[in-house]
């Protein structure tokens, strides 16, 4: 059974760029959350959407969006990168009824 | 919302012997708690979970601990070995529709094991 698949897994990007990362989820899976995970933050709660709607948020700013498609398939955007942005983005997918969480490689953004 | 601390944030062991990793939570309503293994350069992998309605729960060389009282719980694994050698992070969540999918991690336990 295939995991979590997140592209693109590595990206440089400049300041005030936007970025899109995307995210399939395990197969069956309906759910899908996205964490961000820095050094000085740990691992934090973007966002999760279950069945095209976003059930639950986090605490980042409007720069940071996403959707889930009819396929399950998610996507986050963070539009004007700052430096501060530049992190491991990881998608974790589940059939959302439950709180496992199964989670991908992740998606490592570097802003310069 | 929820607090989740962990501790230590570092642990080295010679290989056989024990690890324990311990976490407290703020929130009561906090119903189920992960644990997940993160080697270098890839994502959480789960190994182990627990429920609110269950004080422990084991699986081959690791088992987890839950006191609600207090609100702590605790990953222990035996008989170490090398591979086991990663950061491992603890988590809570109250598995309600309104948070499915939100949990609040420990700032993890960089654990090494030496052979």
């Known amino acids: 059974k295939a995991g979590v698949t997140q592209t693109p897994r590595y990206l440089i990007k400049t300041r005030g760029q936007q970025v899109t990362l995307s995210c399939s989820p395990i197969?069956?899976?309906?759910?899908v959350s996205w964490y961000q995970q820095t050094p000085g933050q740990g691992l934090q709660f973007l966002f999760e959407?279950?069945?095209?709607?976003?059930?639950n948020k986090g605490n980042f700013p409007g720069r940071f969006s996403g959707r889930q498609f009819s396929n399950s398939r998610s996507e986050m955007n963070v539009s004007t990168l700052e430096l501060g942005d530049s992190a491991l983005y990881l998608c974790?997918?589940?059939?959302?009824?439950?709180?496992?969480?199964?989670f991908g490689e992740g998606s490592r953004l570097t802003v310069l | 919302g929820e607090n989740v601390e962990q501790h230590p944030s570092t642990l080295s062991v010679q290989e056989g012997d024990s690890a324990v990793i311990k976490c407290t939570y703020s929130?009561?309503?906090?119903?189920?708690f992960p644990w997940y293994k993160q080697e270098l350069g890839k994502g959480p992998q789960l190994i182990i979970d627990?429920?609110?309605?269950?004080g422990e729960k084991k699986d081959q060389r690791i088992a987890v601990t839950l006191n609600k009282t207090a609100k702590h719980f605790s990953l222990h694994i035996t008989e170490t070995q090398p591979e086991d050698s990663a950061v491992y992070f603890c988590?809570?969540?109250?598995?309600?529709?309104?948070?499915?999918?939100?949990?609040?991690f420990g700032r993890g336990t960089q654990l090494t094991v030496w052979p």
């Open positions: 974790a997918s589940s059939f959302g009824q439950t709180g496992e969480l199964f």
């Open positions: 197969s069956g899976h309906r759910s």
């Open positions: 959407y279950f069945s095209e709607t976003q059930r």
């Open positions: 929130d009561s309503a906090s119903n189920y």
């Open positions: 627990i429920r609110s309605n269950v």
């Open positions: 988590a809570a969540s109250s598995e309600r529709s309104s948070t499915l999918g939100r949990l609040y």
